[in-house]
Each structure stands twice: as structure tokens, then as C-alpha cells.
């Protein structure tokens, strides 16, 4: 069974792991277990509870007023809310309970009942997006089991694939960008995302795909010369060396900056070359791309 860290919740639900602690003092909704060295640890029900203990207590209910809730009142109560932000978040939030729970047909019929609604262009905006952004450091550091990252990880990627193939194609274009993920990297969710939102933006996207040789991106570059070459790297495998894959794409064509995202560099503090820039969070990202 799954367990979570206090640094779990927070990075899942937005309260902080201080707040998490009183609560946790002063009232009964969470009840962590401990590790030998007396570490918290929660399960998938209590993540699911904070989950929406936040939710309610941020659209407006007291703390302690929803200590004395079921969690079935919890749920009723989430279901009367009907602002459009509190519409979208109970989504993304239905999704990460239904991952966590590994009833991957409600974590598909949440998307695809977003998508009829609003289309799948906003499902991928408003709901993948939120979704990927609050759980992602989990699955770079492992804390969401296996199974659970692949199925929803398969799911998301038809999603996101769908809303490429809706978007009118890009025949006459001012920019193309070159997309890839390097050798031993196979995690293209963020990737993908970004070939979405450049095309819509109405750039010109060549989409090589995973676990790239650098010879194959030089190739790529040499006869194209792409505006800019893009890189989001999220959880390679052990045998990927950071610093001699920096070091092949300062070799590249000088004219197609690199921009590199993703949280194997985002904490990098040594030297690039000049034609490499490191976007340090995913929204900075999103940012840069919607300038292109």
C-alpha cells in the first residue's frame, strides 16, 4: 500500500505541512502513523481526506466545522460548491483521488466528461495541466507507486495526443521548434504538453520523441535550423550524465537556442553554454512558450 510524507500533502493539497501538523493537534480528521524513527507517514485515505479538507475550508467552511463531518458529508458538501475555479479544482482533485485508488475507469470518465463539457483544448489547459503541476515532483521522486503513474500516465497521453490532432495543422508558420527527450528518458507528458501549446500558438513543431541519440538531434538541427530546440527532462534513467549531455548540445547549431525544463535541471548550478537556457519551473516554462 502507498504511503506519503507530510511533503506529499502539501505539495498535493497547497497546506502547508505546518498547518497540517495543528490541524493533525486539534482535531481528528488525520490520524498519520509513524515510522520507527517517528516520521509521519499517511495513507491514500488520509491523502484523499486533505484533499478535501482543504477544498471545503478554502470555498469557505470553518476547520472545525469539518471535523464533524463524515466523509461522505465531506463529499456532499464538495458537490453543492459550484464556483468555476471550485468546479475545476474538484476535478483535478476527483482525478488524484481516483489515481491513488487505482479506479483508473472514474479517473478516465472525469476526462472525457470534462472534454464533452468544455472541449478537450481547456480539459488539457484547465484540468491536465493543474493535475500534472500538483502531482509531478511525486512521480520524479517516486513517491506515487508504479502502477499508479503508468495508468494515468497512459491515460493523460491519449488525452493530450487527441488535443494535438484537433488543432488545425500548421502549414504556413514565422517559427519552428525542435522537441526531444534524451537517450534514456521516456517521460513525454511535459513534452507533449509543450508540443501542444506551441501549435496552437501556430509554431511549427518537429517532434522527434523519446530516448533521442544527440546524433540524431544534430541531424535534425543541421538541416532544419529550428528557432529553438526544447528539452523537458523529468526522471531519466540511471546511466543519463547531465553534465556530457550539456556538453553535446553546446555543440549544436548556435543559430537554434536550447531551452532546457524539467527537474533534473532545474536545480543544476554549474556553467552552461551560451546557446542553453534553463527554465526553472514548470509556469516559467509555459511562459517562454507562449512568447514564441
Request: charged residues 20%.
Amino acid at each position: 500500500m502507498s504511503t506519503y510524507s507530510i511533503k506529499d500533502l502539501e505539495q498535493i493539497s497547497g497546506i502547508k505541512a505546518h498547518t497540517i501538523r495543528i490541524w493533525e493537534q486539534r482535531y481528528k480528521f488525520l490520524q498519520p502513523s509513524r515510522t520507527e524513527t517517528n516520521i509521519r507517514t499517511y495513507s491514500a485515505v488520509e491523502l484523499k481526506t486533505i484533499l478535501n479538507v482543504s477544498f471545503l475550508n478554502k470555498y469557505g467552511f470553518k476547520i472545525s466545522h469539518i471535523d464533524k463531518m463524515s466523509p461522505d458529508q465531506m463529499e456532499e458538501k464538495i458537490l453543492t460548491i459550484n464556483q468555476m475555479d471550485a468546479q475545476k479544482e474538484r476535478v483535478v482533485n476527483n482525478l488524484i483521488k481516483d489515481m491513488v485508488s487505482l479506479n483508473m475507469p472514474a479517473f478516465e470518465q472525469q476526462l472525457d466528461n470534462y472534454i464533452a463539457q468544455k472541449g478537450i483544448e481547456k480539459t488539457i489547459i484547465e484540468i491536465i495541466f493543474s493535475f500534472l503541476e500538483r502531482v509531478g515532483i511525486l512521480w520524479m521522486t517516486s513517491h506515487i507507486n508504479p502502477a499508479q503513474e503508468h495508468l494515468a500516465t497512459n491515460i493523460l497521453r491519449q488525452k493530450i495526443i487527441y488535443g494535438i490532432e484537433k488543432l488545425a495543422p500548421v502549414h504556413k508558420y514565422t517559427k519552428r521548434v525542435a522537441l526531444f527527450l534524451p537517450e534514456a528518458e521516456y517521460h513525454e507528458l511535459g513534452i507533449l504538453y509543450v508540443h501542444f501549446l506551441l501549435k496552437q500558438n501556430g509554431v511549427y513543431v518537429d517532434y522527434l520523441g523519446t530516448n533521442i541519440p544527440m546524433g540524431d538531434l544534430e541531424y535534425l538541427v543541421r538541416k532544419t535550423s529550428p528557432n529553438y530546440v526544447f528539452c523537458h527532462i523529468t526522471s531519466p534513467a540511471k546511466k543519463f550524465k547531465l553534465d556530457k549531455f550539456l556538453e553535446g548540445l553546446s555543440q549544436i547549431n548556435k543559430n537554434s537556442p536550447v531551452i532546457l525544463s524539467g527537474q533534473i535541471v532545474r536545480d543544476y548550478k554549474g556553467q552552461v553554454a551560451p546557446n542553453i537556457s534553463i527554465k526553472r519551473s514548470l509556469p516559467e516554462t509555459i511562459q517562454f512558450m507562449n512568447t514564441i
